[in-house]
T-cell receptor, first 115, second 114 residues
Framework: GDSVTQMEGPVTLSEEAFLTINCTYT??????LFWYVQYPGEGLQLLLK?????DKGSNKGFEATYRKETTSFHLEKGSVQVSDSAVYFC??????????????FGTGTQLKVEL | GAGVSQSPSNKVTEKGKDVELRCDPI?????LYWYRQSLGQGLEFLIY????????KSGLPSDRFSAERTGGSVSTLTIQRTQQEDSAVYLC????????????FGPGTRLTVL
């Protein structure tokens, strides 16, 4: 079945540091890929997405490129801020294995950004 | 416009009791999804609705779990004879169509079974 693997956290960075959170996936078809973010005390929010190979999703300075050859969708940001502290979830949907476009999530990576 | 809302935000119950969790999707969204977020299992899919029908219930963990959706809008997730392992945050999401891949999540209901 479908699965998503992302790096364990927590990840602790200083403000303005470069961020990479690795994500790889296994899927039956050609999935859409997502990064969701969960800020403390809040619900899941879509951060960015990509629907086909080589697409780059971007939002709020975050980027991720859909790499079919390496089945990866790594999240990057050039300069993190304290306000980026949150839990980040990589996810996919393939719409082929039942469940409509159900999302399969990774385990989440907690990011802490310090001054 | 209003986002996805869920109620209650917190629910504490005793083992063996039944609970009902409610989800109000974004107006006009035809697809509705339930997920569960727990420490041991992460975020897992439970069930989805297309209109009022549930084509895939395979994610429901046992027959104590059921869900319905009425009027193509509000959905209720019912857990009968709750067990301690049911303690989790239950998340609801909606999307405009089943074929639309962007889902919008509610704030969740935190269920604690004592």
């Amino acid at each position: 079945g479908d699965s998503v693997t992302q790096m364990e956290g927590p990840v602790t960075l200083s403000e303005e540091a470069f961020l990479t959170i690795n994500c790889t996936y296994t899927a039956t078809g050609y999935p859409s890929l997502f990064w969701y973010v969960q800020y403390p005390g809040e619900g899941l929010q879509l951060l960015l997405k990509a629907t086909k190979a080589d697409d780059k999703g971007s939002n709020k300075g975050f980027e991720a490129t859909y790499r079919k050859e390496t089945t990866s969708f790594h999240l990057e940001k050039g300069s993190v801020q304290v306000s980026d502290s949150a839990v980040y979830f990589c996810a996919l949907s393939d719409g082929l294995t039942g469940g409509g476009n159900k999302l399969t999530f990774g385990t989440g990576t907690q990011l802490k950004v310090e001054l | 416009g209003a986002g996805v809302s869920q109620s209650p935000s917190n629910k504490v119950t005793e083992k063996g009791k039944d609970v009902e969790l409610r989800c109000d999707p974004i107006s006009g969204h035809t697809a509705l999804y339930w997920y569960r977020q727990s420490l041991g299992q992460g975020l897992e899919f439970l069930i989805y609705f297309q209109g009022n029908s549930a084509p895939d219930k395979s994610g429901l963990p046992s027959d104590r779990f059921s869900a319905e959706r009425t009027g193509g809008s509000v959905s209720t997730l019912t857990i009968q004879r709750t067990q301690q392992e049911d303690s989790a945050v239950y998340l609801c999401a909606s999307s405009l169509l089943v074929s639309t891949d962007t889902q919008y999540f509610g704030p969740g209901t935190r269920l604690t079974v004592l």
